[in-house]
């Protein structure tokens, strides 16, 4: 159940989506750098909440009267969220924007002539950048095939960022100031065209938590559409203070549950029996890693020196390679 409050729908050319889950401190900061966008491109933008206690709900309305606040009663998740403000718009345009972002005054602006002067583009992301000024890499992003994964968890990618692939992933071979097709952009802000959603549909709530952005537009450039990532436009993220960070448990289990959603989506009809046990077990220990991670930083990394942390994960790994192994070798044909 949710209620609305906000101003009379318009016809603009941009329709914002964005989820909120007790992240004041960065949302106002989003929505200030919104009203100062070039105002030769319009928009209208619906604020998702799932539930917030820190002022979101009191204070949105009282300060961003502009901004259609949506209150869900409880907290839907990322994904229904989003496709909660998607379902209201009526913008030429959609983009999904994560309220721990910042916008330039010419962002908005260049994403939508990008796609006005490219009719076969059906989604465009910008380049993004950490609060620092450094270069976030998973603004552009390729196919995340079984091997490239791998590359990326082993940080092979960045010991042989010219190799393709290597660096398949995140397409570290591609120049960062560059526009290029990729096979995804990043969900922190990602603009597609109306026609694009009523062809492919909304985002995949199967998917839980992780993933969606990727997911989307390989499920556009199977479609027919292209996607682009485009420098021109440039934003910058404060990764990890959206709301995600709130429930740290329950996004990494998601998160790993969706590596595995989108594995047989996409890959296990074509990838031998041995494969799909060897993904699936790597998705399995390394959520169990990050799940032991996470409980070390809140309850044990005080109290524990780095030799030994070390040593406490040293042994995990040894035992799921040593699971792994077991289970590789109870799969062979006899």
């Known amino acids: 159940m949710s209620d609305i409050i906000g101003t009379e729908k318009r016809l603009p050319d941009i329709s914002i989506a964005m989820v909120s889950l007790n992240c004041w401190n960065v949302l106002k900061d989003c929505l200030d750098s919104l009203r100062l966008s070039d105002p030769a491109v319009t928009y209208e933008l619906f604020l998702v909440d799932n539930g917030s206690t820190d002022g979101t709900l009191e204070k949105v309305p009282e300060m961003y009267p502009e901004v259609t606040l949506v209150k869900n009663t409880s907290n839907v998740g990322f994904l229904k969220g989003t496709n909660q403000g998607i379902r209201l718009s009526s913008g030429k345009f959609v983009l999904w924007l994560n309220p721990d972002t910042i916008l330039r005054p010419d962002s908005l602006r260049q994403m939508t002539e990008f796609l006005e002067q490219h009719p076969k583009a059906g989604i465009v992301g910008p380049k993004v950048l950490n609060a620092d000024g450094s270069f976030q890499p998973q603004c552009k992003r390729g196919m995340p095939t079984p091997a490239a994964s791998l590359a990326y968890y082993m940080k092979l990618d960045r010991l042989f960022p010219k190799d393709r692939t290597l ?35 909304l985002l995949d709530e199967d998917l839980k938590q992780w993933g969606e952005d990727i997911e989307w537009c390989v499920r556009a450039k199977k479609a027919g559409w292209e996607v682009w990532y485009h420098p021109v436009s440039v934003i910058t993220h404060l990764k990890g203070k959206g709301g995600r960070h709130m429930v740290p448990y329950h996004v990494t289990k998601n998160m790993h549950y969706a590596m595995w959603i989108f594995y047989t989506k996409y890959f296990k009809a074509q990838s031998s029996p041995l494969t799909s046990i060897a993904v699936r077990t790597a998705i399995q220990g390394s959520l169990a890693g990050s799940l032991l991670r996470i409980w070390m930083q809140r309850n044990v990394n005080s109290r524990l020196s780095p030799p030994v942390r070390l040593g406490i994960l040293g042994a995990l790994a040894a035992g799921l390679i040593g699971l792994w192994i077991q289970s590789a070798a109870r799969s062979k044909p006899k």
Do not use: F, K, T
């Not at 992933?169 to 959603?197: H, K």
């Open 167 to 201: 660096g398949q992933y995140l397409l570290r071979y591609l120049p960062e100031d560059q526009s290029n097709q990729v096979d995804a952009v990043s969900g922190c802000c990602l603009m597609a065209r109306r026609e694009l959603i009523a062809d492919i549909g």
